[in-house]
């Protein structure tokens, strides 16, 4: 998914640079407005709707991504593990710390002082996850964890001066 964005990014880029370059090597030539008015005139009037049509395809097929918890649900599937997961200065708890590996696991994420960001990283370091801590809310969050290994848990969000010590660590099995 990742490399196909990296590609799509790529392409418009380099699209985008030819343009710019198309329209700059002719800045210097002088042309009759009555030849550029019907060009700039077709590239609003096909250009507006390509951009809306793109743009919203873009936005229907990156909903299925969404962190939300129903569009997690879809995509993996009902959870069978819950975790429940309070944030508070300068700590997690969590109600289990083993946890199966190809699960879908639902983390029920809420904060007992402050905003905190509940961001779990995978054993080599890359974040995985991440969904927010608020005190008198409870956010869903739906993951399957395919890779073994010891997790940990980072606070994402600069809570207070203890922050950077705001960690907590999962095995999934």
């Known amino acids: 998914m990742q490399s196909g964005a990296a590609m ?3 392409l418009v880029t380099v699209l985008w640079t030819a343009v710019l370059w198309w329209v700059a090597a002719r800045a210097g030539a002088a042309a009759p407005y009555e030849r550029v008015s019907p060009v700039i005139g077709r590239i609003r009037r096909l250009g507006t709707p390509a951009v809306v049509v793109v743009l919203g395809i873009a936005f229907v097929v990156s909903l299925a991504f969404l962190p939300y918890a129903s ?3 879809a995509r993996l599937g009902e959870p069978t593990v819950h975790v429940e997961v309070t944030g508070r200065m ?3 708890e969590l109600s289990q710390t083993r946890i199966p590996r190809g699960q879908v696991v639902e983390f029920r994420v809420t904060a007992a002082d402050v905003n905190h960001g509940f961001g779990v990283f995978s054993p080599d370091g890359r974040l995985v996850t991440q969904v927010q801590a608020m005190p008198g809310y409870t956010n869903r969050l739906l993951y399957r964890f395919d890779e073994p290994g010891v997790y940990t848990i980072r606070c994402l969000e600069f809570c207070a001066t203890g922050h950077h010590l705001m960690q907590a660590q999962f095995t999934v099995e």
């Open 8 to 10: 799509l990014f790529l």
């Open 71 to 73: 569009s997690r649900a």
């Open 90 to 92: 300068w700590a997690w």
